[in-house]
């Protein structure tokens, strides 16, 4: 077993050695390398490393959590079945996702071995062709690289890849902060998109190493085998594949113009209204923090009111009705997050522009000859109220051997713009610049060094996650840059996403194949199985059915519907999660296709909602529950009940478009997720997965039958 085990595993790939059995280093200032250095306190005890074999792989360093510093560490034992055994590592959620890919084309092409390029680094390329035996070679990782420096005991790490250039300025950060050397820095930036495929996508290589792989398999035998049983008998009976073909003519017959004209017109409105007002807000016409972001709320719901209204008006079946709305939410959802984060951004500019001016200020200032020397002279009422004591702030900067400083002292708001209120330093010394009061030559370096690194911090923010300055705000500002928001398969706004290199046509044509396959099955198990009941209870309302005789009927009704409203469910939740987004996601060159977790392993409702549905949980987790926090300054268990209860409200608003009446059942079906959700994390079902994912199957089986009936029957 160690000899297997030992030819199994990557051979490493320096032909270096270390003294020392333990690196620590920090990040430079753009990120791209990391300095390394050794450890004394184990010098005296530390084996020297064995010489290195050829072909590392870099997987390992960006297996880390990001909240570890950049360590080699060999511990104890240095034997061969010890130094190279990774297997115990647990991925940090926040670190780069294993499924980092260069392109999917490669993945995709199952029966040939393209021939690595001239000059191309093999470290570039996480995934590698199948081989003849349609099995995926080990997958390749990220490239990084560990040099010598002139000096003893220090190293120096050089990844390239911005993905793990992220991960290691962000382990930094967080070591900073711990340390106390630095406050946490508060971004909207809160969520990480990397390069991943979908667990069900057949590009992806772990799905085919999956134990449950052959029930996947099983569960669309079934399905197929399902479709062509009720086809057959549909025939038989009337001819059609499709049975009476009630759905299929309530879908086509009545204004599928009029909605593909409706659903234009949403999407056109929505670009033009994000591109515009952002505009006039970037120009200065609005100010966003005074009353933008109420002008936006107002325009989204005047927008989702105006088309339920017309939904109305033109009497559109519940088909119809149902698609135009959640469209319609998909696109307020999109010029929210456009709008609020661009906001967000309007402001980060508008103080940049002003630190600048200041700077500029301060530029043309003559420089005193000497300082002031008396604590009277070093603060004037008019220009000094916010108390800046010029003595201690020189102190700071001479202490560090005449470099300029890095951080500021004190954080001010991102945005703010009124230098008069703002307690910082940085306010201070604009106060001080704009009143004109005498400064040496030294207090002007300092006071340019504070100016300047919050300068360069805005810039940061201006920058995002774009790639390229002439991505970051306000270049961003375009129609095209909008318009290419609304296609993209994600609901928060970024200035810059992971793209593949090309479009995969063949990919598309699959997916798109398997989007009109799995409507055909959901056609006829709806008309086969879901149909019947609900016309037998709306025949026994139009009847005047009393509602006694109607309960007696009830339980029929809800074991009636169980397994087929069960099969719609899965369809529906793959047909658009697997297949309409990965569609989406290949054309517009999208990398992240994390759409979905494992929500069927999920043991407790909070686990469920996270994971099946990420873009939806993803927005609101920005922008309805940090920003309940950051904004309204609630608990998180206030924001947690505010986005509950935000979800809950949009679902009982389609609930009742759907039926046309309130009833509030799912209304209070989801609000009844928060108590479970403290009983799952009670003792008595804590620890007890089995238990609780019988719980969540059990809810997801009977709950959509039990709400259709009701709103059905009652």
């Not at 909605?259 to 670009?271: K, R």
């Not at 952002?278 to 005047?302: C, D, E, M, P, R």
């Amino acid at each position: 077993m160690a000899e297997g085990a030992a030819r199994s595993r990557p051979p490493l790939g320096s032909t270096d050695t270390l003294d020392s059995t333990k690196l620590t280093g920090s990040l430079s200032q753009d990120g791209t390398t990391a300095a390394l250095s050794v450890d004394e306190t184990t010098m005296s005890n530390a084996a020297p490393l064995r010489p290195a074999k050829e072909g590392t792989q870099a997987r390992d360093f960006g297996a880390r959590s990001q909240s570890e510093p950049v360590i080699l560490d060999e511990g104890a034992d240095s034997s061969d079945d010890t130094i190279e055994d990774y297997d115990d590592l647990e991925l940090d959620p926040d670190t780069l996702v294993a499924n980092s890919r260069k392109s999917m084309d490669a993945a995709y092409k199952p029966l040939r071995e393209e021939p690595e390029e001239e000059g191309e680094d093999s470290g570039s390329r996480p995934y590698s062709a199948p081989g003849p035996n349609g099995k995926h070679k080990k997958r390749n990782s990220i490239q990084i690289r560990l040099e010598r420096t002139d000096r003893k005991g220090r190293y120096t790490l050089t990844a390239d890849d911005p993905e793990i250039r992220s991960i290691l300025r962000k382990g930094i950060e967080r070591e900073e902060v711990e340390l106390g050397n630095r406050k946490p820095r508060r971004t909207i930036r809160d969520l990480v998109f990397t390069r991943q495929f979908t667990t069900f996508d057949r590009q992806n290589p772990t799905s085919s190493e999956s134990p449950f792989f052959g029930f996947f398999t099983l569960f669309w035998i079934g399905m197929v085998l399902l479709f062509v049983r009720v086809s057959m008998q549909n025939y038989r009976d009337y001819g059609s594949i499709l049975g009476s073909n009630q759905i299929a003519k309530m879908m086509f017959s009545h204004d599928v113009l009029v909605l593909g004209l409706t659903d234009g017109a949403m999407c056109g409105s929505a670009i033009l209204e994000g591109y515009l007002f952002q505009t006039l807000v970037q120009k200065g016409y609005i100010n966003w923090a005074k009353g933008g972001w109420i002008i936006q709320n107002l325009w989204q719901s005047l927008y989702l009111g105006s088309l339920v209204g017309w939904a109305y008006f033109r009497e559109w079946p519940w088909t119809h009705t149902i698609f135009a709305v959640l469209h319609g939410l998909v696109f307020v959802m999109k010029q929210h997050s456009y709008n609020f984060y661009n906001g967000y951004l309007s402001g980060v500019y508008r103080r940049r522009t002003l630190l600048e001016t200041r700077l500029r200020n301060m530029q043309t200032m003559e420089p005193a000859m000497s300082a002031p020397t008396s604590p009277s002279g070093l603060k004037s009422k008019e220009g000094m109220s916010s108390g800046l004591d010029l003595a201690e702030l020189t102190q700071k900067t001479s202490t560090k051997s005449n470099e300029a400083v890095k951080r500021r002292p004190s954080m001010g708001h991102r945005t703010s713009t009124n230098l008069h209120v703002e307690k910082s330093d940085v306010a201070s010394v604009a106060q001080l610049i704009e009143s004109g009061r005498s400064i040496d030559v030294e207090q002007m370096k300092t006071f340019e060094s504070v100016i300047r690194a919050e300068i360069d911090d805005l810039n940061r923010e201006l920058l995002g996650k774009a790639t390229s300055p002439y991505l970051a705000y306000p270049h961003n500002l375009t129609l095209t840059n909008m318009a290419e928001f609304i296609c993209l398969p994600t609901l928060v706004y970024e200035l810059d996403y992971p793209r593949q290199d090309h479009i995969n046509w063949w990919y598309v044509l699959e997916k798109t194949t398997a989007t009109f396959g799995v409507l055909c099955v959901m056609m006829v198990i709806s008309q086969a199985f879901i149909y019947p009941p609900v016309a037998k209870t709306m025949l026994m309302k139009e009847a005047g059915m009393p509602i006694e005789q109607r309960w007696q009927e009830f339980p029929f009704i809800v074991s009636d519907m169980l397994f087929p409203l069960l099969i719609e469910q899965l369809l529906t939740w793959y047909l658009i999660w697997e297949c309409i987004l990965n569609v989406l996601a290949e054309i517009t060159r999208f990398a992240d296709r994390g759409f979905y977790g494992d929500w069927w392993n999920s043991v407790t409702w909070d686990q469920y909602a996270r994971d099946w549905n990420r873009p939806v949980h993803n927005f609101l987790l920005r922008h309805v529950y940090h920003s309940s926090i950051s904004t309204f300054h609630l608990s998180r268990n206030a924001a947690t009940f505010a986005t509950f209860l935000l979800s809950a409200l949009v679902h009982e608003m389609c609930m009742a478009i759907m039926f046309k009446k309130v009833r509030g059942y799912l209304f209070w079906m989801q609000l009844l997720q928060m108590p479970l959700v403290m009983v799952s994390r009670s003792k008595l079902l804590k620890g007890r997965v089995v238990l609780g994912n019988v719980i969540f199957w059990m809810g997801l089986f009977v709950g959509p039958s039990f709400l259709t009936s009701l709103y059905l029957v009652i």
